[in-house]
Structures are given as C-alpha cells and as structure tokens.
C-alpha cells in the first residue's frame, strides 16, 4: 500500500514539471513574438519605378562558320605518293600537303628541254649562215619561231610538273582528308578541307521584312553560346536575293578574334526593331524560389512580399512583366532578414 502511494506521488511531481515546462515555453514565444513585432524599424534603399522606352529586337540564329575556307585539289591528274598533312593539322600558305606521281610529265618535260635545246642550236647555226649570206631571212625567222615555241613548251610543261605538289593556298588549318595515298588525284577531286579559323563569321537567314534595313557595315550585338559572351558583328556580306525555298537573304556578319570562338557553334544576332515600353528594377532586387520571383515593395513605409514575373535581364536591370506598377518602389538590395510586414525606415 506504502508503495502505491509512493508511486502516485512521484507521477504527480513530473506531471507538474511537463506543465511548468509547456507553461514557461509559452511565456518565452510571446516575448519573442513581442520582441519581434515591437524590433526597430529597418533601413533599406528603396527605388522608385518608373515605366522606360528600351529597344525591341529580333533574334536571329546562325552559325559560326570561317570566313576562309577551301576545297584543296590537284591542278594535275596522278597518283598520290605522299599525304603530308593530317586532319587538325595546322599549315602555312605554300606548305607541301600531298606529293603526286607524275612520271609522264617528267618525260615530256625532258622531252620539251631537249627539242629547245635543238631549237637554239638551230638559231645560232642559221644566224651565222645569215651573215654569210648562205640563208634567206625567212629560214632564220622560222628557226628563231621554233626556238620560241620550244621554250614555251618547256615553261609549260615545268609548271604542270610543279603542280604535282599540292600546297596550302592560305595559312590555316586541315579540317578534313578525302583522299589516301595511291588514289587518282584530279581537279575535279579534292583531297583536304582546310580553314582559316583566325577569321570567323556568323552566317544568319534574314526575313525578307527585315532585309530591306541592313546595310553593308551595319553593326549588331551578337551571343554566341559556346563563348559564353557578346561579340559586336559587322555585315560584310549582304545576298542581293532572297533563297527560294526559305524566303530569307543570307547576310555574313564579321566577329572579332577571340580565343573561345569556334567554327560550327551556335549564334544569335539581335536586329533592332523599333522601342516600346517597360518597367525596369535593379536585378539585385528579384529574389528567386525555386521557380517564383519575389520582389519587397515599399508601402507606407513597410516591405511586403510580392511575386512578380520577370523577363530579360541585362546590364544590371531585370525587366518586370507583371505583378508591379509603374510609381512604386522596391527594396533595391533586400537584406536576407527582411521580412514580409516588417517596418521600414522613414527615408
């Protein structure tokens, strides 16, 4: 019986010690809350907005390509003895890219030196008979023709021997290979693509609404997405027609070297296309959640949470599409302790 009464005492202590607990946690969230809802007010900077005139423009995508770039072919029908160059490899004008096998040029070249050499023997013969008197001017003038014939000949068919090495056109690099050694090489048949990557344009379709405004050395803002940056391009070449299918003028604009720009990558061009209205706040004041945008707007002198849509952003400035009017003022850097509700301080 002792050790009942015993038991029901002490359950009794440590019931009352949970209510004292709850009782003084209570007591110390009103405080809080009342801490908090007299805390002095905060001082922010605070910006009016104001509706702008910004420039609308038309995006245009195109592609990187070099402004320099070749089919490289033999001038001379033969076999290809030697590929001197690898695709990646880089080059100078009038490097030795392939070697052909020319074995009957070489004849006919021995061939044209020895009937000038005929030639010439023939002149110096008749112009000493044409002294003398044992020729007429006739037969000497025939003999110095053929001499000249000869000669040419030579100069000719030199050339064509020299044109089976097949050199760089420009200095560059080899982007492709087509043919391999012991194939036919001929004019009509290229053996490397090459390009010159120092120099690079973007290549872009533009409408035929839109054609009518640009002009050689027209000049435009230009992102290029795998540079990660803006270039100024300048319109170098302009299509007097527009493509058939498409119905748009192919127009080349001019980018500056950079070291992050690539043939192949993927452009914008922004063409200008008149002005219009916005609302414009510092992008330091949009606050991104997740997938929503909050901004703090500054009424009577208290910060309240509002969620607005944005669009572009650039130079420091994000563009707001719904969800402020123009005449308000926002927190233009909100502190991470601001709070929606909270007091502001009078400016």
């Known amino acids: 019986m002792d050790i009942e009464k015993s038991t029901g005492a002490s359950l009794s202590v440590v019931a009352g010690l949970l209510l004292l607990s709850v009782a003084s946690g209570c007591r110390k969230e009103e405080k809080a809350e009342s801490a908090g809802s007299h805390s002095e007010p905060m001082s922010v900077d605070v910006v009016r907005i104001e509706a702008h005139e910004i420039p609308v423009f038309e995006e245009v995508v195109g592609t990187v390509r070099p402004r320099k770039e070749a089919q490289v072919t033999a001038k001379v029908t033969g076999r290809l003895l030697e590929m001197k160059a690898i695709p990646g490899m880089k080059v100078k004008a009038g490097d030795l890219l392939a070697k052909l096998d020319v074995g009957e040029l070489d004849a006919a070249l021995v061939r044209a030196e020895a009937a000038l050499e005929q030639a010439t023997r023939d002149v110096n013969r008749f112009r000493s008979l044409r002294e003398s008197g044992a020729v007429a001017v006739a037969d000497l003038e025939q003999a110095e023709s053929r001499e000249r014939m000869a000669a040419a000949t030579v100069s000719e068919t030199r050339t064509m021997v020299q044109n089976a090495s097949v050199t760089a056109p420009f200095d560059g690099t080899v982007t492709r290979k087509y043919l391999e050694p012991g194939d036919l090489a001929s004019p009509e048949r290229p053996i490397f693509a090459m ?82 209205t916005a609302l414009l706040v510092p992008s330091t004041a949009v606050i991104t959640r997740g997938q929503m945008d909050y901004l703090f707007v500054a009424a009577d002198n208290t910060a309240r949470l509002r969620i607005v849509s944005t669009g572009t952003n650039r130079e420091g400035q994000t563009e707001i599409l719904a969800g402020l009017d123009g005449g308000e003022s926002v927190v233009s850097a909100p502190p991470a302790t601001l709070r929606d509700g909270q007091r502001l301080a009078a400016p």
């Open 195 to 276: 390009e010159d990557s120092s120099l690079l344009q973007l290549e872009i379709h533009v409408a035929e609404a839109m054609a009518g405004t640009l002009s050689i050395g027209s000049k435009f803002r230009v992102e290029v997405g795998g540079a990660g940056a803006e270039f100024e391009g300048v319109v170098s070449e302009l299509s007097p027609s527009a493509d058939v299918g498409s119905r748009t003028f192919l127009v080349k604009l001019d980018l500056p070297s950079h070291e992050s720009l690539r043939a192949g990558q993927f452009g914008r061009a922004f063409l200008p296309r008149g002005s219009r």
